[in-house]
């Protein structure tokens, strides 16, 4: 079983930048698709991004050219880059891990401040 702990987020301004961390621990981490997910109030869970094992990425239409997610299969690590924040990107950030044959594992989440 895999565990998820997120870390990185915080207040920043509009326009601003923050880097979003995410480290598991088992043996599964490598073949799993990991993904980051977002709920702001009083809304529901959104998709972020995704990658793949192999390093296949999709982001939702909304942080297309502003997001960058990334995989560290050595260090069992995934990273959020979030550029050009906008007040609406404001929300808790969570990590998941998921596989066919395996329940989606979820870290506790990370908030995300967009305020002037």
């Known amino acids: 079983q895999v565990q998820l702990v997120e870390s990185g987020g915080g207040l920043v301004q509009p326009g601003g930048s923050l880097r979003l961390s995410c480290a598991a621990s088992?043996?599964?981490?490598?073949?799993?698709?990991m993904g980051w997910y977002r709920q702001a109030p009083g809304k529901q869970r959104e998709l972020v991004a995704t990658?793949?094992?192999?390093?296949?990425?999709n982001y939702a239409d909304f942080v297309k050219g502003r997001f960058t997610i990334s995989r560290n299969n050595g260090k069992n690590t995934i990273a959020l880059q979030l550029n050009s924040l906008r007040p609406e990107d404001t929300a808790v950030y969570y990590c998941?891990?998921?596989?066919?044959?395996?329940?989606?594992?979820w870290g506790q989440g990370t908030q995300v401040t967009v305020s002037s």
């Open positions: 998941s891990g998921t596989r066919s044959d395996l329940d989606p594992t």
């Open positions: 990658i793949t094992p192999r390093y296949t990425t």
């Open positions: 088992g043996s599964a981490f490598s073949t799993l698709t």
